[in-house]
């Protein structure tokens, strides 16, 4: 069963910056696509960022609007690893932030969280104001 870790969340003060991990682990294991969703308390899960690439190449990126410009997806392959970076934190972009990915190729903005198939436990992310 393929997991996913996640790490680098914690408290920061607002327009302070944070980069979260999300690893694999299982070595062998290559995903298509990779994604950052979040959930606050009494909130939906809300789509933050994908990455999708094959071929050495990146086919798509794609950030939630709440996030644009601030936020940024990237990937290393051979850590098969993806990051989040964000910069100029806001008190709402306080959640938990989950990583996920999926095993096949698919041709979409891979912005639901039923386009993927594998998810990490979750870190929390708090921003203070």
């Known amino acids: 069963q393929v997991q996913l870790v996640e790490s680098g969340g914690g408290l920061v003060q607002a327009g302070g910056s944070l980069r979260l991990s999300c690893a694999t682990s299982e070595r062998t294991f290559r995903s298509t696509a990779m994604g950052w969703f979040r959930q606050a308390p009494g909130k939906e899960r809300e789509f933050v960022a994908a990455?999708?690439?094959?071929?050495?190449?990146?086919?798509?990126?794609g950030y939630g609007d709440s996030v644009k410009g601030r936020f940024t997806i990237s990937r290393d392959n051979a850590k098969n690893t993806a990051y989040l970076q964000m910069n100029s934190l806001k008190p709402e972009d306080t959640a938990v932030y989950y990583c996920a990915a999926r095993e096949t190729d698919y041709t979409g903005t891979y912005s639901s969280s039923y386009d993927y198939d594998y998810w990490g436990q979750g870190t929390q992310v708090t921003v203070s104001s």
């Open positions: 990455i999708h690439w094959g071929g050495g190449s990146v086919y798509y990126v």
